[in-house]
Nanobody, 128 residues
Framework: QVQLVESGGGLVQAGNSLRLSCVHS????????LAWFRQPQGKEEAFIGA???????????YYADSVKDRFTISRDNGKNTMYLQMNSLKPEDTAVYYC??????????????????WGQGTQVTVSS
């Protein structure tokens, strides 16, 4: 059974940085798709970014326009880990951040419905 475990959330002041990690058990040999979503309290999930990887094609990374200048997604296949580096954090970045995964590449990588596997979420709170 595929498992995703996020970590790295916490309380941070505006302007500072935070790095989230997502340890996954997706088989890296045949490729995978992983994404970050976030859900502010009382609001719907919002796409942050996604990464698609296969040994044959390499990696492709996608970002939501709202975060692409501040957030960076990276991966370490040797550690089965995806990262979300968040810089210049703002109070409006406060949310529960989720890691989501799929063992196949999906056209609609920005939709929660494209992902079968989800982590438990990690809270990020940005104070002003």
């Amino acid at each position: 059974q595929v498992q995703l475990v996020e970590s790295g959330g916490g309380l941070v002041q505006a302007g500072n940085s935070l790095r989230l990690s997502c340890v996954h058990s997706l088989y890296t040999g045949s490729g995978y798709q992983l994404a970050w979503f976030r859900q502010p309290q009382g609001k719907e999930e919002a796409f942050i970014g996604a990464i698609q990887w296969s040994d044959r094609s390499g990696g492709f990374t996608y970002y939501a326009d709202s975060v692409k200048d501040r957030f960076t997604i990276s991966r370490d296949n040797g550690k089965n880990t995806m990262y979300l580096q968040m810089n210049s954090l703002k109070p409006e970045d406060t949310a529960v951040y989720y890691c989501a995964g799929s063992s196949e590449w999906e056209d609609y990588y920005d939709r929660p419905s494209s992902y079968k596997y989800w982590g438990q979420g990690t809270q990020v709170t940005v104070s002003s």
